[in-house]
């Protein structure tokens, strides 16, 4: 049973033209990430960008939304129609949020048991030399896992979050993320992840999340 | 001795343009996030940034410079000047560097034997209400230790991070980081470093970096 009212039309167009202007600003971060160009290209730039900071500045409210679903257990019953996309109850997550411009092109989908998901990562989530940066990686981790639990209903705030890196993990390849749960001990959550390319396992994660009062049932 | 030249004053005069257009994207995230704008307003920031990226996509080179002092373990002595100072030789990181949008308000400096920097994180970067995510807190690390390997010239790639979350690391809080050299045992590098808020650890990371003939000396 929803506790929410379902969103009105106002909001589907407010959150739409949001992540309009995200996915603009994704393909901006990319295009200065790689871009050579002189000064004054630079400069115009930097003045489109400002002038349209200018105009969402006065606009700022105190209270952002701030991944409402994220820590409700039963989100997957409250939103059964979005509840096998991560992207949906992290709306402005800063890793797979559609509405926020920080996050790569990472999808999650939840098949009912596994978080699988895809990613390629080009040149503004570099580190050494044609590899992705291994602090990204800790990051998509921590999504992948806890999102896994989310998607179990036992949501949780992540207690220790362990990676192994075993081979580099290449820019802009095609990247297979697989996310699942290995067991539940009293408040403890202990979820699994892993990360390949071309069918070899890049890294790995393993995670200990903490259910508290907020994110049980 | 350094085996590059001097900077042209084309390339500071590049890098400084660089880096005004990656604060004023900066600048633009952040308002994005935090924007309750009507679509309009949304709408014509878009168009704004699309702009911006159309001017600079048809300068998009093939091989952009990616960290080239990162994984030299002199750099220290290549470049006295700079070296203690991490943004300056990881400049288009995706953490600390200022060539790079994606990269959060992260000050780091090396003291000749620590590496201590602060941030504070605002809601592009959040995970649970009011909380840095989890994942942001791990990318800092992977940064925070990788530097201080660099800084020591023990440069290295990681080969696990263990992070250990102790309590919430507020959004907008003054954060301190310290990251500093446990020890080094053949190729292995042993690392660790604190995130701190108000004199009171809230994370600690545990880092084994494994250097490589491209790494070693």
Same mark, same amino acid.
């Given at each position: 049973?929803? $506790?929410?009212? /379902? #969103? ?9 033209? $949001? =992540?309009?202007?995200?996915?603009? $600003? ?5 295009? +200065?990430? +790689?871009?050579?160009? #002189? ?8 003045? *489109?960008? =400002?002038?349209?900071?200018? +105009?969402? @500045? #006065? ?10 679903? =994220? ?18 109850? %992290? ?9 926020? #411009?920080?996050?790569?092109?990472? $999808? ?10 895809? =990613? ?20 998509? %981790?921590?999504? *992948? ?6 998607? &179990? ?7 220790? +979050?362990? !990676? ?17 749960? /290995? ?5 403890? !959550? ?6 390949? &390319?071309?069918? @070899? !396992?890049?890294?790995?994660? @393993? ?11």
């Amino acid at each position: 049973m929803s $506790t929410e009212a /379902e #969103p009105t039309s106002a909001q589907v167009a407010h959150q739409e033209a $949001t =992540a309009a202007a995200a996915e603009a $600003t994704r393909r901006l971060i990319r295009a +200065l990430r +790689l871009a050579d160009a #002189p000064p004054d290209v630079l400069q115009r730039a930097e003045d *489109l960008v =400002a002038e349209a900071a200018e +105009l969402l @500045e #006065p606009h700022r409210v105190d209270h952002p939304v701030v991944m409402q679903g =994220a820590l409700r257990a039963d989100l997957g019953n409250m939103h059964p129609t979005i509840s096998k996309d991560p992207a949906d109850f %992290f709306p402005y997550s800063s890793v797979v949020g559609p509405l926020n #411009p920080l996050s790569p092109p990472i $999808t999650l989908h939840f098949d009912g048991e596994r978080v699988r998901g895809t =990613a390629s990562l080009e040149a503004p989530y570099a580190g050494p030399p044609g590899m992705v940066h291994g602090g990204i990686i800790a990051l998509i %981790f921590d999504e *992948l896992l806890g999102a896994t639990n989310v998607c &179990h209903g036992v949501g949780a705030f992540t207690g220790t +979050l362990s !990676v192994r890196y075993e081979r580099p993990t290449p820019l802009r390849g095609e990247l297979e993320l697989d996310g699942w749960l /290995e067991r539940i001990d009293g408040r403890k !959550v202990f979820s699994h992840g892993t990360i390949s &390319h071309a069918g @070899e !396992v890049t890294a790995r994660a @393993e995670g200990i999340f903490i259910q508290s009062d907020l994110t049980r049932r």
